[in-house]
Structure formats: structure tokens, C-alpha cells
């Protein structure tokens, strides 16, 4: 739909709230009236011709049939539509028999709203406008608004018209209808200081999609083909997809069938894909209402093409519970079997972080696609997401997860960066992701990356956000430059400047990465002090609570009345503390239990102390071996968490100190070879890996890590890990070493890395150069403000 028509319509339908629904609602609840009216006057103006049809056939079924429940086929046949209305009214008629009786005129809009079929129904109730016509009615201005809708001078059907002037007045399409929607949305919320959370897809975004999707395989399309979008919106992608393939590719043997599916979480937008799905001749039941990650409402369906935009930036959290059963993911669409570093097939999550779901509705349409094995076409997705689908997520998280099944799966084709401010409501920079699983052989293995963020065409009036489009010559060149899939280097004006468009076309590996942990020995030092085995006494996890009700109550603490007593003066320092405490954490600072064992812990400390004495060791395995010897000799057994809570009160890191050894262990013949040939290496490399020879036969020791010195590389899928770690690790750390098993494989996609071109600094010639121009400009502008000639003095 053309710009000045578009405005032309927004700015009519504004003044219609402004005119009759000013002192009855407030600006930013117009949409409640507003939205519905339009829908329902769209419909409306559709049934008047065949009005007297629908009743004819209404009179046959009653009279002639003695129907108690009317048959629908017959009904719209007679409407020429899938809806219908058996009530005598239409908006017009309601509106010309209308009198200043506003109940009257109340009680014939009830039963003109009755008198749909039940599809129609559905979407009234979505908007809940029953509630609006009688409080309108209340208001008396319900028949200001009927006058309003129903003049000659505005057209909100399919079809073009002319009005009583004789000036045409352009059809009104789905998307069309998506672009009022959207601008009324937008003008609503601004009212409301609110933003709207869809990010409505400008026609052109969505014919480059259509060109993306369907001209690879324009020669193999079948015959009878199907279309879906889970965040359908108000249905722009799926009717447009469906005008695009009948005007570009029709078939020349027989009628094309193009079913379309989608689903809507917004009622009020799935009622306008709803009303328009019926207007077009689609089966509305195709059209589903509620939460696409909550239901997989097309479980057992799969679909040949898939186009959507869904919300990005939007969080998931109230899905969660029907996606996963506490930690576990029940919902098939979104777990993946992938390979660990070692080869192993592991069932891991494919979910992002519950901030921004985005990736889950890839995932959903991955979970879609058709197997070439049953469809020779397989099945292609065009999907718009914002940039942290590309790279948010470290290796082995949800988000890399999923970029790594698909890219392993061999799925994405390619990823098109668009310019920035091209939708309404945002400004950030988007990207296409184009999928085939069944890529052809020129494709497979890799994945094309394409900028086209330099072309577009600015607006002469911004949209919302929007300030420019892509031009048909744009859609054209990003398009040929997907079908050609080759390198284009980027161009520079004379300014230096980049222009133009881009293409990158590179291995799947070359996305992937290790994200590997780079070992260093922990060494210790130890020693005995009153002051450090004080804190035995407490959870470290609830140490300043503890600290208070010990320094306060002293050994009440260990008596189970005694805590009941100081539970309440407790709770209350809590609260003045800002300390909250969750019902596991309240009942370990309140069990008797739980203090005595701390105590036991602190005495048996205490006794160490005595017998070991006081000095500090520098060789932490010694003293160790020494607390051991005297637990062993004095029959205290602690379990293994209380003796490194103990351990650890009375050490510190110190890197003059010994290294601290984990264990010595024997490595027979067999069990040599098959950790040689684990870790690709010889027996001279093995301590890169962790596993130091003592000089006995057979003999290794390994050194615990320590925590604070550990550090994690990120290697390219294409450089092995031990190549890197003797080039950029061990040169510089010389007894550090790899930890093979805390491999985790990631993927992420980064267009700056691919099409970032450094630009040379200025010299400082051209700087300075610029710096007197300016000082001789601002030094004229002074002088002619303060009144003075620059030559002659004073003017």
C-alpha cells in the first residue's frame, strides 16, 4: 500500500476516536474500540451484497427444512465467504433505522453481532467488543461511531472502490491492514508511554523474504504446498507468501493449493489474521490462538516453507513451566543430540536464557521441517532475529546448542544483515537466517554471509522507527547475490568509505570453537591460628547471621530451647540487615543439629592445633599427611566435605609455595596406551595434559588446580588444541596444562569479524589541517556576533 494512503487512512480512523471517544475513554484506550470497529466494519462491508442471500437461505432452513440449528455450507455459499451473518442488519442498516434511543439502537447491534457464524464470534470475543458496544451505548455515542465507520469516503475492504465524489479509494490488503494495525498500535502506546511488543515486518522486508525463500526452488514448487508462521502476527508473511507464489510462479498445469498455518499469541492480532485468513478464502482453522512454545498445537504436521519474525528481546519465563519439569526439558522440540569433545551422542537442551526466546521459535520450525526422504524439496525457513541469536551464549548453553545443531545438521544457508531503523518499533540491527535441509550440493558444508546493511533508501517521513526501506533494485541485488552464493569484497567511495553489498560464503567449521580450560597447580601454604579455625564454627553460607547470634546469645545456640527463644531477635537483625533467607537456609540457622556438628568440627581443630602446633608449612602435602596421621592415631573420623572445610580455613595460595598433589596413580601398559592415544599425544607430552612422571616405572602424579589461576581458551574447530596450547599457552605459562575433559563444542556467527575493513587514521597533516579551518570559521562567527570586523576592529 502506498505511503500517502496509508497516513491517509491512520489519520482517518485517529480522527474518528478523537471525534466520537475523547471525554469516554481515555487516548491510549481508543485501540479497544478502534481495532475491533475496523475489523468488524471489513467484514461487514463484505456481506452486504449477498445480504438478502443469507437470509433467503436463513428462511429456506427454517421454514422449508424445519432446522432447529442452521447448516453452515449452505450459509456460505450463500455469503460467497466462510463466514456469514443471519441477523437482517448490517452496519449501514443499523446506523440509517437508528433513532436517538441509544438501548434501541444498543439491542439491534447485540443481535447483529449474534447473527455471525461462530468463526466471526471467536473474534468479536477476542476483543471483547460486546463489553465496548454497551458501554458506548451507555455513553451514547455507539451510533457516532457506526456513522463514522460506515462512510462512503473511507474503504477498508479487499476491493477497490469509489466514493460519492468519484475519487478511488485504494483496496485495503492484509498487509495493508498489518500497516494500519501497526501505526495504530504504535500511536495507542505512545499514548499509554508504552512500547509495542510486536515488531510488525515492513512489506519489503517480507517480499525480500518470499524472493529468498521460494526463487531457489520457483522451478520445483509443488502443487499442493504449505506455509506457517508461529508468530503469525496478523497474518502479513502467510498472505503475502501466498500472493507472491500465485503472481510469480503460477502454475501452468493446474490450480496451485497454498495452505496457510500460523499461530498468534495477541488476541487482538490473531482476530485481524483471522478476519483476513476468511476474507481471502483461507481456512481460518488453520489459525491458531495461544502460545506457540507453551502448545505445540502442530505436532504431528510438518510444512514445506516457513516464514517469521518472532519477538526478540521478550522473555519466556511464564512458558517454563509447560516446557520444563524443574531442571528437566520435556518438550521434544527443544533437547538435541549432539557429540561431545570425545565423539559420545548426548540428549543436551536447546532452550536460550528465559530473557529472550527468540531462538526457541527457530527451533520450532527446525521441529517442523520435512525430511527429504518424504519431501524431495525438504523444507525452507526464512526467520528475522536481532543480532543475539548470532553470538549470545558461551559453548555448551542453550543459544549455542541450537547454532550448533543447525549448523551441523548442515541446515543454515545463509544469514543477510539488513540495515538498521527498517521496522517500526525498533532500531536495532536485524538479520534473515535462510534454512534448507536439503541444501544442493553447491551449498553443502557451508553457509553464505551477506551485508546488506548499506543499502536502503531513507524515508521522507519516518514511521515510528522506521526511517528508510529497501528499494526493488535492493531486494533485487541481495537476492541475485544469494542465488549467485560467491564472495563479494566490499567497495569504498572516494571518501573511503564502504558501500554497497558483501558476501562471504565460508565452511561450517569455521563457525565452531573449543572452549577448553587451561590448567595451573594450586600451591599452599598452611598453618594453624586461633583466629582462622574460629570460623568453623559457622556456615559459610550463613556466616554473618551466625556471627551475630553467637556473639549475641553465646552457647544458648547449642541448645534447642535456646534457639527457640532467640529465633524471633534473629530473624527480625535479618531483616534490619537486608539478609533474606530463603525456608532451607532459615531451617539450617535454626537446627540445633547443624550447630553442634560446626562446634565439633571448630573442637577438633582446636585439638590439631594442640598436637601439630602453630608454624606455617610451605609444603601443604606435609601438612596435610600431618593432620591425616593425627586423625588417623586419634580415631576422629570426618567426612570428606568437613576435613577440606577444616583444610582450607587454615591455608592460602602462595606461589613460592610446593605444588599440591591430588594423587600419584600407576599406569600399566594398557591403561598408558589407551590415555596416549585418548589424548593424541606421546609419553613426553603427556604432562601438557596433566599427568607428571615421578621417574618410577609406571608412576604419574596429577596436581590439583587451582580455581583462581584457571583460565579457558576459545580455539577454532580447525586448529587442534594441542597446536594452540604449545603456541599461545605454554611458552608463556610453562607449567600449565590442558583439561581435555572440560572441552565444550560452540558455534557463533560474527559478521564483524568477516566484513570488518580497518580504516587508516588521518594524518596528522589533514587533522590540523581541519582544526585552523574550523578556528578561522569560529573565529569569523564570534566577531560578526560580538559585532566586529575581523580587519577593521570595532563595526
Known amino acids: 500500500m502506498d505511503h500517502s494512503v496509508h497516513n491517509k487512512l491512520?489519520?482517518?480512523?485517529?480522527?474518528?476516536?478523537?471525534?466520537?471517544?475523547?471525554?469516554?475513554?481515555?487516548?491510549?484506550?481508543?485501540?479497544?474500540?478502534?481495532?475491533?470497529?475496523?475489523?468488524?466494519?471489513?467484514?461487514?462491508?463484505?456481506?452486504?451484497?449477498?445480504?438478502d442471500a443469507v437470509l433467503k437461505e436463513v428462511k429456506f432452513q427454517k421454514d422449508e427444512m424445519n432446522a432447529t440449528e442452521l447448516d453452515d455450507e449452505p450459509l456460505k455459499e450463500a455469503s460467497g465467504y466462510v463466514f456469514y451473518n443471519t441477523s437482517k442488519w448490517t452496519l449501514k442498516s443499523l446506523f440509517n433505522t437508528a433513532t436517538n434511543n441509544q438501548q434501541i439502537l444498543l439491542a439491534n447491534f447485540e443481535e447483529y453481532l449474534l447473527g455471525f457464524s461462530d468463526n466471526v464470534k471467536e473474534i468479536i470475543e477476542c476483543f471483547n467488543l460486546n463489553a465496548q458496544v454497551r458501554h458506548m451505548a451507555s455513553?451514547?455515542?455507539?451510533?457516532?461511531?457506526?456513522?463514522?465507520?460506515?462512510?462512503?469516503?473511507?474503504?477498508?475492504?479487499?476491493?477497490?472502490?469509489?466514493?460519492?465524489?468519484?475519487?478511488?479509494?485504494?483496496?485495503?490488503?492484509?498487509?495493508?491492514?498489518?500497516?494500519?494495525?501497526?501505526?495504530?498500535?504504535?500511536?495507542?502506546?505512545?499514548?499509554?508511554?508504552e512500547e509495542a511488543g510486536e515488531h510488525f515486518t515492513p512489506r519489503e522486508v517480507i517480499e525480500l523474504m518470499t524472493h529468498l525463500v521460494f526463487d531457489p526452488v520457483k522451478d520445483d514448487l509443488p502443487n499442493v504446498l504449505t506455509v506457517y508462521d508461529p508468530a503469525c502476527g496478523s497474518g502479513g508473511m502467510l498472505t503475502e507468501s501466498q500472493k507472491f507464489i500465485d503472481e510469480k510462479y503460477p502454475s501452468l498445469k493446474i490450480h496451485r493449493d497454498i495452505y496457510l498455518y500460523?499461530?498468534?499469541?495477541?488476541?487482538?492480532?490473531?482476530a485481524i489474521c483471522k478476519s483476513d485468513m476468511m476474507i481471502k478464502g483461507n481456512n481460518p482453522e488453520n489459525i491458531k490462538v495461544g502460545s506457540t512454545l507453551s502448545t505445540d498445537e502442530f505436532a504431528s504436521q510438518r510444512f514445506d516453507f516457513m516464514l517469521s519474525n518472532p519477538p526478540y528481546g521478550k522473555s519466556w519465563t511464564s512458558e517454563q513451566k509447560h516446557i520444563k519439569d524443574g531442571a528437566e526439558v520435556i518438550d521434544p522440540r527443544f533437547k538435541v543430540v549432539l557429540k561431545d569433545y570425545w565423539g559420545n551422542e548426548v540428549s543436551v537442551d536447546a532452550m536460550p536464557r528465559s530473557s529472550d526466546g527468540q531462538l526457541l521459535f527457530l527451533m520450532e520450525m527446525v521441529s517442523k521441517m520435512k525430511s527429504p526422504e518424504v519431501s524431495s524439496l525438504g523444507s525452507r525457513v526464512a526467520s528475522v532475529h536481532n543480532g543475539s541469536s548470532l553470538f549470545t551464549g558461551d559453548a555448551g548453553g542453550g543459544e549455542s546448542n541450537i547454532r550448533r545443531y543447525i549448523i551441523e545438521q548442515d541446515m543454515l544457508e545463509a544469514v543477510v544483515q539488513l540495515p538498521n531503523n527498517l521496522f517500526y518499533n525498533t532500531g536495532i540491527t536485524t538479520y534473515i537466517w535462510i534454512l534448507n535441509n536439503n541444501k544442493p550440493s553447491t551449498r553443502k558444508g557451508k553457509i553464505q554471509l551477506i551485508d546488506a546493511s548499506l543499502l536502503f533508501r531513507k524515508l521522507r517521513k519516518n514511521l515510528g522507527?522506521?526511517?528508510?526501506?529497501?528499494?526493488?533494485?535492493?531486494?533485487?541485488?541481495?537476492?541475485?547475490?544469494?542465488?549467485?552464493?560467491?564472495?563479494?569484497?566490499?567497495?569504498?567511495?572516494?571518501?573511503?568509505?564502504?558501500?554497497?553489498?558483501?558476501?562471504?560464503?565460508?565452511?561450517?567449521?569455521?563457525?565452531?570453537?573449543?572452549?577448553?580450560?587451561i590448567e595451573r597447580p594450586d600451591r599452599r601454604k598452611a598453618k594453624f591460628s586461633m583466629g582462622a579455625i574460629q570460623l568453623l564454627r559457622f556456615d559459610k553460607q550463613l556466616l554473618e547471621p551466625m556471627k551475630y547470634m553467637y556473639a549475641e546469645h553465646g552457647d544458648k545456640v547449642y541448645e534447642k530451647d535456646g534457639l527457640k527463644l532467640i529465633e524471633k531477635d534473629t530473624l527480625a537483625w535479618c531483616e534490619d540487615n537486608g539478609i533474606t533467607l530463603k525456608a532451607k537456609a532459615k531451617s539450617k540457622l535454626l537446627d540445633v543439629k547443624h550447630w553442634l556438628s560446626l562446634r565439633a568440627l571448630y573442637e577438633t581443630a582446636e585439638l590439631l592445633m594442640q598436637n601439630i602446633g602453630q608454624e606455617e608449612f610451605s609444603d601443604f602435602n606435609v601438612f596435610k599427611a600431618s593432620v591425616e596421621a593425627e586423625l588417623k592415631s586419634r580415631k576422629i573420623k570426618l567426612s570428606a566435605t568437613e576435613k577440606n572445610s577444616l583444610l582450607n580455613s587454615v591455608s592460602w595460595y602462595d606461589e613460592t609455595a610446593a605444588k599440591v598433589?591430588?594423587?600419584?596413580?600407576?599406569?600399566?601398559?594398557?591403561?598408558?596406551?589407551?590415555?596416549?592415544?585418548?589424548?593424541?599425544?606421546?609419553?613426553?607430552?603427556?604432562?601438557?595434559?596433566?599427568?607428571?612422571?615421578?621417574g618410577k616405572k609406571d608412576e604419574f602424579i596429577t596436581y590439583e588446580t587451582s580455581a583462581a589461576l584457571r583460565d579457558t581458551e576459545s580455539i577454532p574447530l580447525q586448529q587442534t588444541i594441542y597446536q594452540y596450547f604449545l603456541d599461545e599457552v605454554k611458552k608463556y605459562v610453562k607449567e600449565a596444562w590442558i583439561n581435555l575433559d572440560s572441552?565444550?563444542?560452540?558455534y557463533e556467527i560474527n559478521f564483524n569479524k568477516h566484513f570488518y575493513r580497518h580504516r587508516p587514521l588521518r594524518s596528522l597533516v589533514e587533522v590540523a589541517t581541519d582544526i585552523i579551518s574550523l578556528e578561522q570559521k569560529a573565529e569569523g562567527l564570534i566577531a560578526q556576533i560580538l559585532g566586529f570586523d575581523v580587519n577593521l576592529g570595532q563595526g
Open 465 to 517: 522507527n522506521k526511517n528508510c526501506e529497501l528499494a526493488p533494485k535492493h531486494i533485487n541485488e541481495i537476492t541475485q547475490t544469494y542465488l549467485d552464493n560467491a564472495p563479494i569484497e566490499r567497495v569504498v567511495d572516494a571518501n573511503k568509505d564502504p558501500v554497497g553489498i558483501a558476501s562471504q560464503v565460508l565452511k561450517n567449521e569455521e563457525f565452531g570453537y573449543y572452549k577448553v580450560a
Open 10 to 51: 491512520i489519520s482517518f480512523i485517529w480522527n474518528i476516536a478523537d471525534d466520537c471517544l475523547r471525554d469516554v475513554y481515555v487516548r491510549g484506550k481508543y485501540r479497544d474500540v478502534i481495532l475491533p470497529m475496523v475489523v468488524l466494519r471489513r467484514l461487514d462491508s463484505l456481506l452486504e451484497p449477498t445480504k
Open 262 to 270: 500460523g499461530k498468534e499469541i495477541n488476541d487482538e492480532t490473531y
Open 743 to 746: 572441552v565444550k563444542i560452540g
Open 661 to 694: 598433589i591430588k594423587k600419584v596413580v600407576k599406569l600399566s601398559n594398557d591403561k598408558l596406551n589407551k590415555l596416549l592415544d585418548c589424548y593424541g599425544c606421546n609419553l613426553e607430552e603427556l604432562p601438557d595434559f596433566g599427568y607428571y612422571p615421578t
Open 139 to 193: 455513553k451514547q455515542v455507539l451510533l457516532d461511531v457506526v456513522e463514522k465507520f460506515v462512510s462512503p469516503y473511507i474503504n477498508l475492504t479487499p476491493k477497490l472502490i469509489k466514493d460519492p465524489d468519484g475519487n478511488k479509494l485504494p483496496a485495503l490488503s492484509n498487509l495493508g491492514m498489518g500497516y494500519v494495525f501497526e501505526e495504530l498500535i504504535r500511536k495507542f502506546n505512545e499514548e499509554n508511554n
